[in-house]
């Protein structure tokens, strides 16, 4: 059964900081990996998707990397702003089945 | 708007009542995905549609929930008899599956989400 760890649960850092999220998974055999953002009280917003023959996407200021032999993926947030500050979810997909395993997120504050 | 929308936007409801919430995805996406998801937790899958046919649903869908999607286009969520264990954010997902090899890089786009609360 896969199982998606998000480290840390909550995370404050002062605006103008780099950072990186962490997700791990433990089962290998993924099709994608996704991170979301969640604002409270609200749906979630896809920020990438990295298919499991690739080893990174970039975004604006977002990256994340993907190494599927140890389970890791992280998210990188380059120059954080205030406007950053939600909850950021990875999920995983398995092969041959649509049911996105999700973590439980990193909560994000960006100080100004 | 041409996001996913979700009605109501909350439901307060008494234990042994009833609830049925509406999903109405990305007007040419096929698929359908139901989510709930607890306070301070990941979302977590319920059942997904290709087209109207339901092709995956999880154990946590217990014979209280039953969902539809009659015409391929938005989807219906009923849980009868609820208990206070149901109270969670119910969210719908949509997406295109536009070929074999393009499934890998299928995004879901969510909706906002129903918030259910069952006194």
């Known amino acids: 059964k896969q199982e998606v760890t998000q480290i840390p649960a909550a995370l404050s850092v002062p605006e103008g900081e780099n950072l990186v999220l962490n997700c791990s998974f433990t089962?290998?055999?993924?099709?994608?990996l996704q991170w979301f953002r969640q604002d409270p009280g609200k749906g979630l917003t896809s920020l990438l998707l990295i298919q499991s023959s690739q080893r990174e996407q970039t975004s604006g200021r977002l990256n994340a990397s993907l190494d599927k032999s140890s389970g890791r993926s992280t998210l990188y947030i380059a120059a954080s702003q205030p406007g950053d500050s939600a909850t950021y979810l990875c999920a995983v997909r398995p092969p041959w089945h649509n049911d996105m395993r999700f973590g439980a997120g990193t909560r994000l504050t960006v100080k100004p | 708007d041409t996001g996913v929308s979700q009605d109501p936007r909350h439901k307060i409801t008494k234990r042994g009542q009833n609830v049925t919430f509406r999903c109405d995805p990305i007007s040419e996406h096929n698929r359908l995905y139901w989510y709930r998801q607890t306070l301070g937790q990941g979302p977590e899958f319920l059942t997904y549609f290709q087209n109207e046919a339901q092709l995956e649903k999880s154990r946590l869908l217990s014979d209280r929930f039953s969902a539809e999607r009659p015409k391929g286009s938005f989807s219906t969520l009923e849980i009868q008899r609820t208990e206070q264990g149901d109270s969670a954010m119910y969210l719908c997902?949509?997406?295109?599956?536009?070929?074999?090899?393009?499934?890998?890089?299928?995004?879901?786009?969510f909706g906002p989400g129903t918030r259910l609360l069952v006194l």
């Open positions: 089962d290998s055999a993924i099709y994608n």
């Open positions: 997902a949509s997406s295109l599956k536009a070929d074999r090899t393009g499934g890998s890089q299928e995004t879901q786009y």
